[in-house]
């Protein structure tokens, strides 16, 4: 991003735009490109959209003038963004000519050399070293375990907002309780984020933010480093070693025990900058989910009633198992859907490694930046079309493509291909090819827990006349948060009882 004004800038009356803006629009091209990509022609309010952070915005507007493959040049970069499902598929597949480029160099400070942003052989050693320890009994457990306690830690909280009237900023608590989530089911490691303030907190959520923060990745990093040398210290004290495939020990289930009981040949450091990657991809993601789903669900009385029918049917007042998830349908959906008209993150940057012909016969040159828009791909006017025509088309898709990723077993192989083929790029929450999210199906379990057991006991509204306008980091998010009356429903519960006694 350019700098902004310093005080010595000319001072300029409020109606005229600053020069830094003014020489930014200047420097979009405009006119016909060589290699028959579509230019576009971006205004001055669109670059000032660009710069308030919503990007995705602005492209989604220039699909519809230029169609599902246009030109953005800004100053010396120029990137080609891509709406298209086939070009994307062409693009995300065919890993080894496209790397990660833009997004690796910016968040490498962060990252450092973890494999969310690797590339090549270490890319391929570390992603197959990680991958096992997302089994299905890990997912069972930590379900259990840590999905429904911090859930219901969440519920508890809520409850004072629901006695004294107070406005809740749904956002925030959708990301603390996310934050928490992830440090137990990465390193047994409590942020408590959600009933205390500490300042790994703070600092935590700065960092999604893609705030420079120094400081933050130090403090960061160094309790990573402690929690590995610890559990480090207790593997080997206890000689443990992985002798099943779906591994699990009892007492710390965490993905960091996984690894480090796998006994596989890894540095701390790289070992940490791997956790580090995953904290931060499946922290701010998965609570963005859930703060559009339950903003979509507030907006829409009947499907929440519809939702939280369904949850009472199926868990009949208590929390849900890993075996209940394949029941709640309606709830699932409701996030798929959510997931279609929010993603996160809404693009997907990838840089050409060599030179290609993409799908449609657009050459691309080696170095070429490129932005895949899921934004796009998921509000396409041709999915649009499908929708009106058929109001559960889409949610269907979405709803077998989620069933085949938790319930693959239960899925005859021929549906399974059915629905690729359908999809085909068209629906990429996860993003698609060999980079795909390695946490989707802990993500979708997550949320439905989550979701679950705040519907099953909280009735909520929006607070009226609040903005809530869009912008991105890593993720969809608002720009004031999200803001709620929340109150208790009146519902028989196995855990409100439970909860209860043991005061
Ligand atoms: C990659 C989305 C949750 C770990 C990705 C990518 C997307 C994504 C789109 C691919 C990025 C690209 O192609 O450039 C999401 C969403 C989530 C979520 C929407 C929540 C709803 C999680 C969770 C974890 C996780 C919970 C960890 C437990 C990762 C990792 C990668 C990744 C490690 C990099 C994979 C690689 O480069 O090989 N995620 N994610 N994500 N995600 Fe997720």
């Known amino acids: 991003?350019?700098?902004?004004?310093?005080?010595?800038?000319?001072?300029?009356?409020?109606?005229?735009?600053?020069?830094?803006?003014?020489?930014?629009?200047?420097?979009?091209?405009?006119?016909?490109?060589?290699?028959?990509?579509?230019i576009a022609?971006?205004?001055?309010?669109?670059?000032?959209?660009?710069?308030?952070?919503?990007?995705?915005?602005?492209?989604?507007?220039?699909?519809?003038?230029?169609?599902p493959?246009?030109?953005?040049?800004?100053?010396?970069?120029?990137?080609?963004?891509?709406?298209?499902?086939?070009?994307?598929?062409h693009v995300l597949r065919n890993y080894g000519k496209y790397a990660k480029g833009l997004v690796a160099e910016v968040s490498e400070f962060l990252f450092g050399s973890g494999f969310a942003i690797a590339e090549g052989q270490l890319w391929t050693v570390r992603r197959r070293a990680v991958v096992p320890s997302l089994h299905k009994t890990?997912?069972?457990?930590?379900?259990?375990?840590?999905?429904?306690?911090?859930?219901?830690?969440?519920?508890?909280?809520?409850?004072?907002?629901?006695?004294?009237?107070?406005?809740?900023?749904?956002?925030?608590?959708?990301?603390?309780?996310?934050?928490?989530?992830i440090g137990l089911a990465l390193f047994n490691y409590n942020f408590d984020s959600l009933t205390t303030d500490s300042p790994i907190n703070a600092l935590?959520?700065?960092?999604?933010?893609?705030?420079?923060?120094?400081?933050?990745?130090?403090?960061?990093?160094?309790?990573?480093?402690?929690?590995?040398?610890?559990?480090?210290?207790?593997?080997?004290?206890?000689?443990?070693?992985?002798?099943?495939?779906?591994?699990?020990?009892?007492?710390?289930?965490?993905?960091?025990r996984f690894l480090l009981a796998s006994r596989e040949e890894v540095s701390s450091i790289q070992l940490r900058d791997d956790l580090l990657s995953m904290l931060v991809a499946g922290h701010e993601t998965t609570g963005s989910v859930l703060t559009w789903t339950a903003y979509l669900l507030s907006k829409d009385p009947s499907?929440?009633?519809?939702?939280?029918?369904?949850?009472?049917?199926?868990?009949?007042?208590?929390?849900?198992?890993?075996?209940?998830?394949?029941?709640?349908?309606?709830?699932?959906?409701?996030?798929?859907?959510?997931?279609?008209?929010?993603?996160?993150?809404?693009?997907?940057?990838?840089?050409a490694q060599v030179a290609d012909v993409l799908p449609g016969n657009y050459k691309v040159n080696p170095g070429q930046d490129i932005m895949i828009s899921v934004y796009n791909i998921h509000h396409s006017p041709q999915e649009g079309d499908n929708l009106k025509s058929n109001p559960h088309y889409f949610l269907r898709l979405c709803l077998g493509q989620s069933m085949k990723?938790?319930?693959q077993k239960d899925l005859t192989w021929m549906v399974q291909c059915l629905m690729k083929r359908i999809l085909d790029f068209r629906f990429i929450p996860f993003s698609g090819g060999p980079r795909k999210c390695i946490g989707d199906q802990f993500a979708l379990l997550e949320a439905i827990v989550a979701l679950a057991i705040f519907v099953q006991h909280?009735?909520?509204?929006?607070v009226p006349d609040q903005n809530i306008s869009m912008t991105t980091g890593a993720t969809i998010h608002t720009e004031h948060g999200l803001y709620m009356k929340v109150s208790q429903r009146q519902t028989k519960s196995a855990f409100a009882a439970s909860s209860s006694s043991s005061r």
């Open 1 to 38: 991003k350019p700098e902004k004004p310093t005080n010595n800038t000319t001072k300029q009356s409020s109606w005229v735009s600053p020069d830094w803006l003014t020489s930014l629009a200047q420097s979009l091209s405009i006119g016909k490109d060589d290699s028959s990509i579509p």
């Open 41 to 67: 022609n971006a205004k001055l309010e669109d670059v000032s959209e660009l710069l308030g952070g919503a990007l995705f915005l602005p492209l989604f507007k220039w699909m519809q003038e230029y169609g």
């Open 69 to 89: 493959i246009y030109r953005l040049a800004a100053g010396p970069r120029n990137f080609v963004v891509v709406s298209d499902p086939a070009i994307a598929k």
């Open 138 to 181: 890990y997912l069972s457990v930590i379900v259990d375990r840590v999905f429904c306690k911090c859930a219901e830690r969440l519920v508890e909280k809520l409850k004072t907002n629901a006695l004294n009237g107070s406005a809740v900023n749904m956002e925030e608590n959708f990301s603390q309780l996310t934050l928490d989530v």
């Open 204 to 256: 935590c959520k700065i960092i999604p933010r893609q705030i420079k923060a120094e400081k933050a990745v130090t403090l960061i990093r160094k309790t990573v480093e402690e929690l590995i040398n610890k559990c480090k210290e207790i593997v080997e004290s206890e000689g443990e070693r992985i002798n099943e495939e779906e591994y699990v020990n009892e007492t710390d289930p965490s993905i960091l």
């Open 303 to 351: 499907s929440l009633s519809k939702a939280q029918e369904e949850v009472d049917r199926v868990l009949q007042g208590r929390s849900p198992t890993y075996e209940d998830i394949k029941n709640l349908k309606f709830l699932t959906r409701c996030i798929n859907e959510s997931l279609r008209l929010y993603p996160h993150p809404p693009v997907l940057l990838r840089r």
């Open 405 to 407: 990723c938790l319930y």
């Open 458 to 462: 909280m009735d909520f509204e929006l």
